[in-house]
């Protein structure tokens, strides 16, 4: 079987270089061969759906590649779109001719519910569908007594016929929907086309009356905030938005800003993985300040740095009511540490924080919990892993940990925490603890005596489902004894494989003196850590 060589090139290749492939995989599945010979030979029309479905799919593969490599010259995405085009070629010619039947009961195989209140087609695999295909997927929606509240198309890639198909149906059933998510509904589909897709699906629900509307996954930009801009403009009760991986920029971020009319009543705010930058962050600040009743707030992973995080937090400050808050990889540094800890003692029904990896250092990491102690009562999850954290701040930290009675999982992975820092943390899980569940120490410059402690610490407690301490600098004694600590639930202690007796730092005449241990808690002597009833 043949497959045109590709030259390396800027990705994406161009619509007309992805058309004349489209038209030479056809060629080659209705061309006579041993394979045909053994699975039957497709005809010339089934062949051309064929060959559209695995090109748009090969491409889609290729491009989330790319986009994951946003620094590369093209030349592996291309690569792997020959490979998977390749691929998908023999699988479609083993598979053989398809009858119309079967065709049409895999494509219903993508319903994954369908009760009457919830139309549900994010069924894997993920399926580029065409108008035809569309028509046997949607026309449950159109049944008579039935009264669809939730959609989720996810998922499907649809294609300008199969969104025609859709938008009169979609129009029809707005007024009952509540729930509606149309994440991922265009993958490898050319822009043009996309923005289209997304204008049609706009048009047909605007108006209705949402609670929740999912638009992840599809790098809309702010082309296609824009494009579902009708949508958006109409929605007055929106309870959850989710913008997730959607490549919301500064631009983007600020079209959001400017077509919502309201968020009053906007429980859940996802923006996770996009490139929102400060300028961006001081837009979706904006919005947060105007939603009083957000409960869950993400912005991870939007390269803001020290001006938006603090912009945020500040309008996080009218937040009340907020449970959860994911902040994590950014690059906030101290001072939007400190701006974030000002508006901390506000949330006190916060149960999950996560605050991986924003820089916070010392100095912000401390001010954190000193306002988290005074409020979170019943904070479950405490996720600082990767802030520079050092055995200085142990103290107060430790004297946090003691007063957080219900903390399920505690993740300070990646920070500086020392043999210190861990026997500090240990004397604080000791008492109580009893939901702790999770424990996430690794890479923190740990040796054998603060390794000790922390498994004589948690070992006991009844919902322990992982102690991690990898990445560390134990000794093989001390690695011995931590197992030997958990010989009834070996299951509980995270692998050890990265461990590093000989790491930095690693006085071996100490160890072998067996002197660490007795010189840490003579420093530690006489440092009482209160436990909070």
Known sequence: MEFPTLSVKMWPISQGTRLKLVERMAKNLVTPSIWSRKYGLLSQEEAEEDAKRIETAAFATANQHFTQEPDGDGSSAVQLYAKESSRLMIDVIKRGPVAKADAELGILAKIKECDGTTFDISGDPRKVIDGEEAEILLKLLTEPGRRYTKICFSNTSFGREAALIAQPILSSMKDHLIEVDLS???????????LEVMEMFSSALEGSKLRSLNLSYNALGEKGIR???????????????YLINDGISEEAAMAVHELLPSTDKLKVLHFHNNMTGDEGAIAIAKIVSKSPLLEDFRCSSTRVESEGGIALSTALGSCTHLKKLDLRDNMFGVDAGLALSKVLSEFSNLSEIYLSYLNLEDEGSIAIWDAL???????????????????????VLASFIASKQFLTKLNLAENELKDEGAILIAKALEEGHGQLCEVDMNTNMIRRAGARCLALAVVSKPSLKLLNINGNYISDEGVDEVKDTFKNCPTVLGPLDENDPDGEDYDKEEEQDGDIEHDLESKLKGLEIKHED
């Open 373 to 395: 102690k005074e409020s979170a009562p019943s904070l479950e999850v405490l996720d600082m892993a990767g802030n520079e954290i050092t055995a200085r701040a142990a103290p």
């Open 184 to 194: 991922d509904i265009v993958a490898g589909r050319p822009e043009e086309e996309a």
């Open 227 to 241: 494009a579902f801009g009708a949508l958006l403009k109409s929605q007055h009760d929106l309870e959850e938005l």
